[in-house]
């Protein structure tokens, strides 16, 4: 079975950096999309960045020019690398992953494979 491992969050200053971890673990043929949900407590879910089906990459306009979305292919793993970080982007950050697999008979599709959150703080 495929998991999502996620790591990197904290506590860190306005003005500061995090990089976010997303580990997919199992026989992963292709990752078809993959990308970073955030909520706040009392906020709607936003998606924050994103590889679509194609290739491209898509930012929230409240994110774009300060984070960046990538991967590592040959570690299964995909990145967001978040700069001059502010308050209002305090939330739990999740992964998501749409991708093919080896389920230890067949490959076969999966597309709601989340990671378990991480704790992003911005504060002074």
Known sequence: QVQLVESGGGLVQPGGS???SC????????VIAAGWY??????????VAAFTSGGRTNYAPSVEGRFTISRDNAKN????QMNSLKP?????YYCYADLTYYN???????NDFWGQGTQ???SS
């Open 104 to 110: 230890g008979a067949l490959y076969v599709r999966g």
């Open 18 to 20: 995090l990089r976010l």
């Open 120 to 122: 992003v703080t911005v």
């Open 88 to 92: 209002e982007d305090t939330a739990i």
């Open 23 to 30: 580990a997919a673990s199992g026989d992963i043929l292709s």
């Open 38 to 47: 955030r909520q706040a407590p009392g906020k709607q879910r936003e998606l």
């Open 77 to 80: 793993t995909v990145y967001l």
